[in-house]
């Protein structure tokens, strides 16, 4: 599904991705964990050819993306922040993403799963921060690709908003999807990931199950497990 082979990216003097290697086959939910500032925006931009590395090689669906754009549009992205232009109503918003994907999408079922019925009609400005990110989940989901790259997919939802994410996540991996997380919230990540991707100094430190990285950190709590790498690495 996805490969990347030997990818750097600078940012000025700041190399952020040096050399890192990735493959991912097949379905599940994969977290890409690391520190803050450790590059996972800059990996999943990468794949999204949204951040052009320096060196090395990605393909997504055997194909290398390099100077395509056509196979962005088979790929839900859910962004960190949406920047969604504020004067526009929710319902509106949807209708754009609907054209410009050119995919037929179905976002009534998730409407009605994230209670937003009410805030149909309101300019997204006006939304409050948890509402605006139901809106933007109900924009990753409402089309049918194989592959969903969500950047915090869990910022600011209540618990209810947060049970329907996890059941609509169940139910894309059931059907086969891949899917890439990224997310600070270790509790979610233990709940959900079939496999944890942690990136440290520009490159993969790990990929395997949890169960494997407590293993391997000697660990029997997952957020020992992560606080071990840490401080394995600063020795
Ligand atoms: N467009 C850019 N221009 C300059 N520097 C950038 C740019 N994008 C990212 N960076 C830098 O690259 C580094 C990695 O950023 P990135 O957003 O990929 O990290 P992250 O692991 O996703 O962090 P966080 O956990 O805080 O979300 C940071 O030092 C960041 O400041």
């Known amino acids: 599904m996805i490969q990347v082979k030997n990818v750097y990216k600078k940012f000025g003097k700041n190399q952020v991705l040096s050399g890192l290697d990735l493959s991912i086959n097949g379905g599940g939910i994969f977290a890409v964990l690391g520190p803050n500032g450790s590059g996972k925006t800059t990996l999943i931009k990468s794949i999204l050819g949204m951040v052009i590395p320096d060196k090395g090689d990605i393909l997504v669906q055997e194909n290398l993306i390099k100077n395509k754009w056509k196979y962005r549009k088979d790929i839900n992205y859910l962004p960190q922040i949406a920047n969604f232009p504020g004067n526009l109503k929710v319902k509106e918003l949807m209708a754009m993403i609907m054209d410009l994907r050119q995919k037929p999408g179905d976002g009534k079922n998730l409407i009605e799963r994230f209670s937003l019925e009410p805030h149909l009609h309101k300019k997204l ?21 194989q592959l969903l790259v969500l950047d915090e997919p869990t910022t600011g939802l209540d618990p209810n908003a947060l049970i329907q994410l996890k059941e609509l996540l169940r139910k894309e991996k059931e059907q086969g999807k891949t899917i890439l997380i990224t997310s600070h919230i270790l509790q979610f990540v233990e709940e959900m990931a079939d496999e944890v991707i942690y990136l440290l100094e520009g490159k993969i430190y790990f990929k395997g199950s949890i169960a494997d990285l407590k293993k391997k950190t000697n660990q029997d709590n997952f957020e020992h497990a992560i606080a071990a790498i840490a401080s394995q690495t600063h020795d």
């Open 125 to 145: 400005a006006t939304l409050s921060g948890g509402t605006k990110q139901k809106v933007n989940i109900v924009l990753a989901f409402m089309f049918d690709s």
